[in-house]
């Protein structure tokens, strides 16, 4: 079993920053990559930044520029850094990992619970 635990979420205005973070726990052999995924009211969960434990990242084109994605490997953590946020940002935003349980399994993907962000005009 894993845990994905998301903390840093809540109401900012227009403009302002926010940093998501995202600890891994429980049964990991190896994360592969991680991710995060965000969902506003009435729309498809879609996915904002990646980024592989080689240290690839790749970013929504909404977001480029204003987000960014890093990693502590070795505490299996994500974070996302938001600057410049906007209105249009406003979603649940999750967390997302790609994890081996042994040497010998297959990835399975993990899901945190979803930490809320509001930006105000």
């Known amino acids: 079993q894993v845990q994905l635990v998301e903390s840093g979420g809540g109401l900012v205005q227009a403009g302002g920053s926010l940093r998501l973070s995202c600890a891994a726990s429980?049964?990991?052999?190896?994360?592969?990559?991680m991710a995060w995924y965000r969902q506003a009211p009435g729309m498809q969960r879609e996915l904002v930044a990646g980024s592989t434990t080689g240290g690839s990242t790749n970013y929504a084109d909404s977001v480029k520029g204003r987000f960014t994605i890093s990693s502590d490997n070795a505490k299996n953590t994500v974070y996302l850094q938001m600057n410049s946020l906007r209105p249009e940002d406003t979603a649940v935003y999750y967390c997302?990992?790609?994890?081996?349980?042994?040497?010998?399994?297959?990835?399975?993907?993990?899901w945190g619970q979803g930490t809320q962000v509001t930006v105000s005009p």
């Open positions: 997302n990992a790609l994890i081996r349980h042994s040497g010998s399994s297959p990835t399975f993907s993990w």
């Open positions: 429980g049964s990991i052999f190896s994360i592969n990559h």
